[in-house]
């Protein structure tokens, strides 16, 4: 329920001091300043008005409490014009009074910066870090499409609930409201089985939203655009789940390869990651293959490939399933599937291992019911890829110089071997040793 406005003085201590609107409506509550400063001898805590009725504006164009009594009707008003669309954020009403209070203003200024303007420069590459320093390298096309990704969400929201997006209303209270948006209402551009579009994104997108947007608050910030510091706020914070962070086993992704999905479009998907599986690219390489990265050498084929996000250069066996798909593809020119968007891949692969059998439960610690083919993403192929090299005991130096992972530790991060895949490999060695030392004995 809407309750009263009423009006508050910063500091009754001071000589001059700031009157503040306070507005509490559903649990919320809207603190607003509108920029009049009055001598505190001459305020009427009782009325909430100034005691002299004659007292102006700091313009001098307006009676001060006839101005408060129009903030007043300007915030009720705008309060029961965004009811309709649901309650109300504070940032929202303020949105309003600032209207209300800059109508008779000149036209803002077209240079002013905004937020957009200053993600419309990290789209296009100007500026290359998204921390406080400027400077770097240069970021990867599909970098410069995730910020982009998040303008088009930000936007997505401003219109839905005709909520200005700029720097002064990047809130915490806009948080929780945003990500509630992303989670359980934005409309993918990407349709289900049925044919309907996809509600919601996933969790790991969003966070990637939030850091993406944090990193434009902060570069706000220290280019002196705002003031603004409600993102560094503890609660401004929307962790990664370790969805992907699964890895498939030799024999799933035999399984995988082998199943016939009955339809073109998700067969070229399956195929894909399986050839990613086998090649531990990362999916803005494996989708890209070109005709001119499979060469021949002394009667072996080999990918040869420079990786956008590191630039390096990465030489690859091709796996015999690799050569298959080759064959397979043929008649197109780089001898794979045709590639289509991370979002839309990911959206067929769930569809594809699901309907494969990929569903056993637990493989996830922390989320022990989740079934295995929810846990699985385009990413999920490196990480099979060099989990399964490590498990085979090959060196992890040599895996490195494929997967181009610059520290052993980083690589030691990335890889997934459960407390159970470790328990295995030491039965294993446990037995080998074990049968070498009994055939010992017998000799």
Request: with cysteine; charged share 25%; hydrophobic share 35%.
């Amino acid at each position: 329920m809407a309750g009263e406005v009423n009006f508050y003085l910063k500091d009754s201590s001071a000589d001059i001091t700031p009157i503040y609107l306070v507005f509490k409506y559903n649990g919320r509550k809207l603190k607003y300043y509108p920029g009049q400063s009055i001598d505190p001898d001459n305020w009427s805590k009782k009325r909430q008005r100034v005691k002299n009725n004659n007292q102006t504006t700091e313009d001098g164009k307006h009676l001060l409490n006839d101005l408060l009594n129009n903030l007043v009707r300007a915030c009720k008003t705008a309060y029961n014009t965004e009811l309709k669309n649901g309650i109300p954020l504070p940032a929202t009403l303020k949105k309003h009074l600032d209207d209300f209070i800059n109508q008779n203003d000149e036209k803002q200024d077209p240079n002013k910066p905004t937020l957009f303007k200053l993600i419309d420069r990290f789209v296009s590459g100007e500026i290359k870090k998204s921390g406080r320093r400027g400077g770097g390298r240069e970021k990867s096309n599909r970098t410069l499409q995730n910020y982009n990704a998040t303008k088009l969400h930000l936007q997505a929201f401003q219109e839905k609930y005709k909520y200005r997006i700029d720097f002064e209303t990047i809130t915490v209270d806009f948080f929780y409201s945003y990500t509630s948006f992303l989670k359980k209402e934005f409309v993918q551009n990407v349709k289900d089985s049925d044919g309907n579009n996809i509600i919601g994104l996933s969790h790991n997108t969003i966070a990637k939203d939030i850091t993406f947007l944090k990193g434009f608050m902060s570069k706000g910030v220290s280019l002196g655009y705002t003031n603004n510091l409600a993102f560094k706020h503890d609660d401004f914070t929307y962790a990664e789940e370790e969805t992907d962070a699964v890895y498939l086993k030799e024999h799933e992704i035999v399984k995988l390869f082998k199943y016939k999905t009955g339809s073109v479009k998700l067969e070229n998907v399956k195929d894909l990651f399986v050839f990613g599986c086998l090649v531990g690219l990362r999916f803005s390489d494996y989708s890209n293959v070109k005709p001119e990265n499979i060469i021949e050498e002394d009667g072996d084929t080999f990918i040869k490939i420079k990786t956008q996000k590191t630039g390096e250069v990465v030489f690859i066996p091709c796996h015999p399933v690799v050569l298959q798909i080759f064959n397979k593809y043929a008649s197109n020119p780089n001898k794979l599937p045709r590639s289509i968007s991370n979002q839309k891949f990911n959206a067929y692969l769930h569809q594809v291992c699901e309907s494969a059998g990929l569903n056993q439960k637990g493989r996830l610690t922390a989320y022990p019911e989740r079934p295995l083919h929810e846990c699985i993403s385009s990413h999920t192929a490196r990480r099979s890829f060099a989990t399964n090299l490590f498990l085979e005991g090959f060196p992890v130096l040599e895996i490195m110089k494929i997967t181009g992972h610059k520290t052993e530790k980083a690589f030691m991060k990335y890889i997934r071997v459960s407390k159970l895949d470790t328990a295995k490999r030491l039965n294993a060695h446990m037995k080998e040793m074990w049968s070498k030392k009994l055939l010992r004995l017998a000799v």
